[in-house]
C-alpha cells in the first residue's frame, strides 16, 4: 500500500521539527486520501511532481557539482559560463558567411506579336529585380520573340523578320538597362546571324557589354542552328555558366559546366517546369556543387548547391508537371514576378567536396 499521505504531507526541516509523532502530521491528509482514494491523488500528484522538477531545473538550482581534489570552486563555474555562451551562439550557415550577391529569375509569361510590349516587360521587371538588390537576373528563353518557334505555319522568312542580331535595336536597349542599374543581365532571344537562327542567351555585363553568350547546344528546335560550345565566363561575382532548357536535362552539360569551374548556372527555359523539374534542378545543383538560377514563364528558381530550394515561384499552382509554353498553353492562369534571393559564392566556393571525390578514370571515356 502506497502512503499517499506521506506524499502530500508538508516537509519540515529538521530544526523545525518537535516531538510530534509523524503520523499525527499525516493524520491530518488522511479525511482527503479516504474521500477521494489513494490511486486518484497519486494519478493527481505525479504530473505535479513533474512539473515541479522541471521548474527546479530551469532554474538552475542543481545540486553543487562534486569537485576533484585540488580543483579551486571557481573553475567549474567559469567552464559552465564558457559552456553557456558557446551553446547560446547562434549557428551561421555557410552560405551566409560572407557579402552575397542578388541574382534574380524573371518570370515572364509570353508576350507574341507585339515586339515593343515583350522589350517594355522584360525592362520593368528587370528594374524591378534590381530594386530588390539583384545584380544578376536572367529572364526565360527567347522572351523577345514569346518563344514563337513552335507555331504552327512558322517559316524560316518569317522566323527570321522576328529574330535579331546581338547588335539589334532591343539588345541595345537592354544593354542601357544594364549599364544604369550596373548589373548582369542574361537574355534569351532568338539570334539572327548570316541567315541562320540560334535559341541564344547573351549575358550582358555592368557597363553594357557582351560578357558572353550561349546557343543551345541540346534538344534545339526545329528551324534554329545547333550551339557547339559550353563556354563559362568570368564576372565581377564569379565563375558563371549557361544552359538554355533542355540543356539541363542531360548531366553531362552541367557536369563540363562545373569542370570549368562554374559556380553559378544560368538557365533560360521555356519548357517543362513544376515538381519534377524542381527535383532534376536541385540534383544538377547538388551534385555538381553550384548554384542554379532558372527562369521560365511560369516559374522562377534560386537553388543552392546543397540542393535546398532558396526561392521559387509558381504561378499556377498544384501542377505535378508543367506543360511546354507553347502555342497551346500561352499565357495561360501566369502572371510576371521577380525571383530575387541573396547568394554567398564565396562561401560554397570553399566547400566543394562532390567533384573532388570523382574518379575520372573510370567514366570519362563514356
Known amino acids: 500500500m502506497i502512503d499517499v499521505a506521506s506524499l502530500v504531507a508538508p516537509k519540515i526541516p529538521p530544526s523545525q521539527q518537535n516531538d510530534k509523532p509523524r503520523k499525527d502530521r499525516r493524520a491530518m491528509f488522511t479525511p482527503l486520501c479516504e474521500k477521494i482514494g489513494e490511486k486518484k491523488l497519486l494519478l493527481w500528484l505525479l504530473p505535479l511532481t513533474v512539473i515541479v522538477s522541471l521548474g527546479i531545473v530551469s532554474s538552475g ?23 553557456t555562451s558557446t551553446s547560446q551562439a547562434p549557428a551561421t550557415h555557410r552560405g551566409e558567411q560572407n557579402d552575397r550577391v542578388g541574382v534574380a529569375a524573371l518570370v515572364l509569361p509570353n508576350v507574341r506579336g507585339n515586339a515593343s510590349l515583350a522589350l517594355e516587360r522584360i525592362e520593368n521587371y528587370v528594374r524591378k529585380a534590381a530594386e530588390l538588390g539583384a545584380k544578376i537576373v536572367v529572364t526565360p528563353e527567347t522572351c523577345l520573340d514569346g518563344y514563337v518557334c513552335h507555331q504552327q505555319g512558322l517559316t524560316h522568312e518569317k522566323f527570321c523578320k522576328l529574330a535579331e542580331p546581338e547588335t539589334g535595336p532591343r539588345i541595345a536597349r537592354l544593354r542601357e538597362v544594364a549599364r544604369e542599374l550596373d548589373l548582369y543581365l542574361c537574355v534569351g532571344f532568338s539570334e539572327l546571324e548570316n541567315d541562320q537562327l540560334f535559341n541564344t542567351a547573351l549575358l550582358i ?72 523539374n524542381d527535383a532534376l534542378l536541385r540534383t544538377r545543383a547538388y551534385e555538381n556543387g553550384l548554384f542554379l538560377v532558372f527562369a521560365h514563364p511560369r516559374d522562377g528558381l534560386v537553388i543552392d548547391p546543397g540542393g535546398r530550394v532558396l526561392a521559387a515561384n509558381m504561378s499556377v499552382p498544384g501542377q505535378g508537371v508543367g506543360l511546354p509554353t507553347d502555342t497551346d498553353t500561352e499565357d495561360a492562369g ?17 566547400a566543394r567536396g562532390n567533384l573532388s571525390n570523382r574518379r575520372p578514370q573510370l567514366y570519362d571515356n563514356q
Open 205 to 276: 555585363g555592368p557597363g553594357g557589354e557582351t560578357v558572353g553568350k550561349y546557343r543551345k547546344t541540346h534538344g534545339v528546335e526545329q528551324l534554329y542552328e545547333i550551339g557547339d560550345e559550353l563556354p563559362v565566363f568570368e564576372t565581377r561575382h564569379g565563375k558563371v555558366g549557361i544552359l538554355i532548357c533542355f540543356d539541363r536535362q542531360l548531366p553531362e552539360a552541367a557536369r563540363s559546366l562545373a569542370a570549368q569551374g562554374a559556380e553559378l548556372i544560368l538557365i533560360p527555359s521555356n519548357g517543362m517546369w513544376g515538381r519534377m
Open 61 to 83: 538550482r542543481l545540486p553543487a557539482p562534486v569537485r576533484a581534489e585540488g580543483e579551486s570552486p571557481d573553475s567549474r563555474q567559469q567552464q559552465g559560463n564558457t559552456a
Open 334 to 350: 501566369g502572371w510576371p514576378e521577380a525571383v530575387v534571393r541573396k547568394i554567398d559564392l564565396a562561401a560554397w566556393r570553399q
